[in-house]
């Protein structure tokens, strides 16, 4: 089962941030989850919400800023004043950091836009990082657009009959809130090779628990927990 620091170390670092990357690494998981939106200058940048308001200095809507604007703000004060100095990373800053490791990077698009989709294929084939990274978002039909890179639909409900909907869109990725759907379902479809990984996972008895079922991945903001219960689950 693969771990995935879920906008990076974010329990310890301003999440979506260099520094919360750059601490993902330094642990013994597999990837990193990263949440991707446009400027208003059209830039693919990394933060979560649609305003700047929760993770930023800055305020109001983020496509009403340039990046060039938007880089003025901190990133990571409003975690700890320890790390004013972060800034809202570029897409780009990210995969160019990315060279230097071996992380999978699971990009959330959080913009309904062909338009980021295309900067960002375009971004991925620049620095070489096809099978390097993951494509999810919680706009199906965007996932459904995409091809040459493996890809995952988001859902926060219970899909009824999933690998027929999977089949319709075009992947094998699953990504579902935790305990969205029954144990036995989720094995059986593990089984048959969908890609399952719920989200998103911090108790560490639950942790330990999924463990178990050896399904792809899950997404922690524990990323640290997930990494010690993992191995000690292979030392049985
Ligand atoms: O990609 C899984 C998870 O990050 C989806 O929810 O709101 O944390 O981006 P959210
Ligand atoms: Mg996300």
Redesign the pocket.
């Known amino acids: 089962m693969q771990i995935f620091a ?2 990076g170390l974010s329990s310890l670092y301003p999440e979506n941030t260099m520094a919360a990357f750059k601490a993902a690494a330094s642990l013994d998981i597999d990837g990193i ?1 990263l ?1 991707v939106q446009l400027t208003g200058d059209l830039v693919p940048i990394v933060i ?1 919400d649609a305003i700047l308001d929760r993770t930023t200095t800055g305020t109001g809507v983020i496509k009403q800023h340039t990046f060039a604007e938007l880089r003025e703000y901190s990133a990571g004060a409003h975690f700890s004043l320890a790390h004013t100095e972060e800034k809202i990373p570029s897409l780009e800053e990210v995969l160019r950091w990315a060279l230097g490791n071996q992380l999978i990077l ?1 990009l ?1 698009l ?1 913009d309904s836009s062909f338009l980021l989709v295309e900067l960002v294929l375009e971004l991925i084939k620049t620095y070489q990082l096809t099978d390097r990274v993951i494509i ?1 978002s ?1 706009d199906h039909e965007l996932i459904s657009r995409i091809q040459g890179v493996p890809t995952a639909i ?1 859902t926060s409900e219970y899909i009824p009959d999933v690998e027929r909907y999977l089949s319709l869109i075009g992947t094998k990725g699953y ?1 579902f809130c935790d305990y969205c759907i029954p144990k036995e379902e989720a094995l059986a479809l593990n089984k048959k090779g969908y890609h399952l990984r719920p ?2 996972v911090n108790h560490q008895e639950r942790i330990r628990e999924l463990l178990d079922w050896n399904l792809s991945g899950i ?1 922690t903001d524990y990323p640290q927990i997930a990494q010690i219960e993992r191995a000690a689950s292979h030392k049985g």
């Open positions: 879920h906008r989850e949440d979560h699971n959330e959080k999810s919680f988001i990504h989200y998103t997404f």
